[in-house]
């Protein structure tokens, strides 16, 4: 019993700090490393990218305290020892992954004119005409979508922290045609960079981005969309799952303790059946990156419980997904296995744990370049840590900032994102004017939450 009820503290006290976790670190944001590399013309202009100083503030309430390096995720147990048990040479060798961009991205055609998605996946019939496309580039990152407020926002203890980090079903419906109204189109990461192998690592080289006249780049991301325990509990959807059409869509256990699917549950299948509508919001057939941990599993699978009578089921059920999200346009990062703040840990701790990711969840996503840091964080060029992930094939790194910023440095392309969420809507409106115009974005349905946490 005891242990019981410390396990949920714990868990809350965890999701806690996963919920700050992807968005925390925005105050870190670079300011732009002058002359240090190689950036964008547009996307660097002094003092646009660093984060105002106010803006770390903009740190959630959580337990700040324990973002220490030491942050279990939300199974303590399982991540503080974090044992690599079992790193039985089977792990790619470093560089192995040799950080094609490719995985079926759409991007991998290289945005010549015309060229058919080499993905199969939806682009437009009719050759459109590109130009170079010079300006900066968005890059929005998203939490798994909060299907049911009812549960996200009824006043519990970790309400504040879905207030703060997610978004709802319909705002983020209305952000989609916001952004498609203002020509905005989805682009993938792979296009922006091309990636050699110089002295035996993957190495990002910028790439020119070729759109069609008058649209405007943008990338999605997802972070943690694995439908932790907490998530399962607090109003996300609880897996992504196969449908009739080939592609995939939501499932979840409703509040009333109904199971079924619904495609408005959460973002992929929102972006899919959006892009079907509109064709020419997705450039080549692009969608977004979704980050994934391991130590939960992997899109509603526990294919972490590698001992489990269920692991081969989970498994099999996790591959058919990923290669419908594959299939489609979706491409996958590291999130890093236990959701470590990679400035923090220990090189040793980074290695378990990216040896982790690696034995199980690289061999159902496939091998990636991009890791997509947790916290917000970011590793220094110079910090062995950075050698390290290079080595294991990583060549794109994303991190959390306030505006678009983009740089090729020492092999890599690091990029940050907007985080757009509760915070972002309601302190930012000003930043995210381009994006989604004045139009109110905040759900009612937080409001409950409100009262609830009145006190
Ligand atoms: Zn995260």
Redesign the pocket.
Known sequence: MRAQALRSVFAIATALV?LA??ASNEGASPSAPAGAGQTDAGTNAPGGTAATPGESASQPGSPSGSESGATPPANPGSDGQAEPSGNSGNAPSPGSSAGAPAEGAPGASSGAPGTASPSGSPSPSAPAETVEYKGPVEHLFF?PLVAFPELAFDGDRISKGYDDWFVTVPEFKKMLEELYKRDYMLVSISSLYETKTVDGLPSAEAKKLRLPAGKKPLILSV??INYYDYMRQNGNAWKLVPDSDGSVTAWARTPGGEERTDRDWELVPIVDDFVKAHPDFSWEGAKGVL?L?GYEGVFGYRTNELDSPNYEKEKAEALDVIARLRDSGWLFAS?SWG?VDANKVSLARLKQDTERWKKEVEPLVGPTDIF?Y??GSRVDDKDPKFAYLRSQGFDVFCSVGPAPYKIYRNGTLQMDRRHIDGVALRTQAKRLEPLFGDADLLDPARDAKAEGLQQ
């Open positions: 996963l976790g992807c939490h972070d943690d980050a941990t999130h959701h997509i947790p916290y």
